[in-house]
């Protein structure tokens, strides 16, 4: 028997068809739109700002945990985009831009120094930033409130990013920096649904006005180890609204024993890396130390203060200064004793190294570079480890002359 197939009507009923055609809101019509080739020499270029970091018409995040140095390198930031000069080793695009920072948790006197000391080193004045700086304590009632809760109920404050874009297109900002993002909303911080909604809002206001948004944000606790964007505290769905996040690192005790750095000083040396390269290619850290600058500022019994600035600093090579003859004397004094590889052995590799190359094997100091040299030897066969027996017939592992280098 041969069924005939049942038309919609059937399916539904008559009446379902007519209460949903007058119930239905109206559907814009989708349609594919095929592609125009173009020239990619007629494609304008991406609008950036500030090297690969900060992108017009985008949200960036700034991810950093407490005591990294993040005040400090949001002051220097500041003042190379308000003079447009690139002495952080980033670019400012197309000139000097007009920068809002507008800080949530430290008072005026507070970032003034950051400012200063900043302005004191790089040997800039007033005609340098030329009226480009603007800068908004929220402990001096400068608050900001961009999303509440009040009975469970979420809201977005639209006439507050309203207001934030008109008087950002009012000053034609370029930059406005937020510091910090948890400060500039009353929000649970782990509703990503929510902390979707306000990054999304501050997307619209960056694209709206034209500049990028800098939302400054705080590792959560339990960030331990290397900080990435991941780190940040609360929702994740704030690194996901933004176009880049910048990562503050401290100089761990692991690096800073590696490049002969004593503990004393390792706290000077922070790093800086885009943690969500997504619009630009990946770069590798940049890397700077905090140096002390003396504001002058004593008065009676009162000292001066001296408050850190970010300046470039490059990563130190533990191959500086290595030449192919001190491979070559290293591989003569191995070739003629039993070294170990491990580094309590007073017969330690090491101290093969050091000798060649005027080291001290039991300084701090030295110790981590000499690992560092060691470690890259071994690994590209200049030198190899083979197991063998001691004197008290124990197997152990001894470094040997590997592939041999003539001086």
Known sequence: MTVAPRDFADEIGDSAIVAAIHSA???RLVQA???IWRDPATIPPRPWVYGRWFLRGTVACVVAPGGAGKSTMLAGTALALASGQDFLGKKVWEGPKRVWLWNLEDDMDELSRSIQAAAIHHELGPDDVG?????????????????VETDGQFRLLEPIYEALTAEIERRRIDVLIVDPFVSS?????N????IDKIAKAWGRVAKAANCVIVLVHHTSKAGAGDVTAMSARGAVALINAARSTLVLNRMTD???????????????YVSVADDKHNRAPAEKADWFELIGVDLGNGVDAHPSDSIAVAVPWKLPDPFDDVTVEHIAQVQRIIADGEWRENAQSN???GRAVAEALGLDADAKADKGRIKSILR???????LKVERRKDRNREERPFVVVGRVVEA
């Open 25 to 27: 809101k109206p559907v």
């Open 376 to 382: 890259q030897w071994i690994a590209n066969g200049v």
């Open 254 to 268: 692991e690096q800073a024993q590696e490049l002969g750095i004593t503990p004393e000083k390792r706290g000077r």
């Open 185 to 189: 909303h009353e929000v649970e911080e």
């Open 33 to 35: 739109t095929p592609y």
């Open 131 to 147: 009226g480009r700086l603007f800068v908004d304590s929220g402990m001096e009632g400068a608050g900001l409130c961009t999303a």
């Open 347 to 349: 017969q330690w590799a």
């Open 191 to 194: 509703a990503n649904s929510k």
